[in-house]
C-alpha cells in the first residue's frame, strides 16, 4: 500500500511498477495497493502533481517473497 499527502491540493498522481505505469488518480484517495506483485526486486515510483502544475517524485525499492 502507498499514500501520498501534500500541503498544496493534489490534482493527479502516477504509480509505475518497473518503469510501467500502473494507476493514474485524479481524486482522493490518493493510495493504491499493487496485487498480484512476483517474487524479486522491484522499484515503484510515485509522481504527485499539484494543483499549480508542480510535479514531485519519490520511488521506493521492495523485494517480493511469497514462497510460505
Known sequence: RVSVDDVSKISKV????DGS????????PWEI???NVSNGKHR???EAQNEK???GSRYIEISVNQDF
Open 14 to 17: 502516477n504509480f509505475s511498477l
Open 21 to 28: 505505469l500502473k494507476y493514474s488518480l485524479t481524486s482522493e
Open 33 to 35: 495497493t499493487l496485487p
Open 44 to 46: 515503484i515510483d510515485i
Open 53 to 55: 502544475g508542480q510535479t
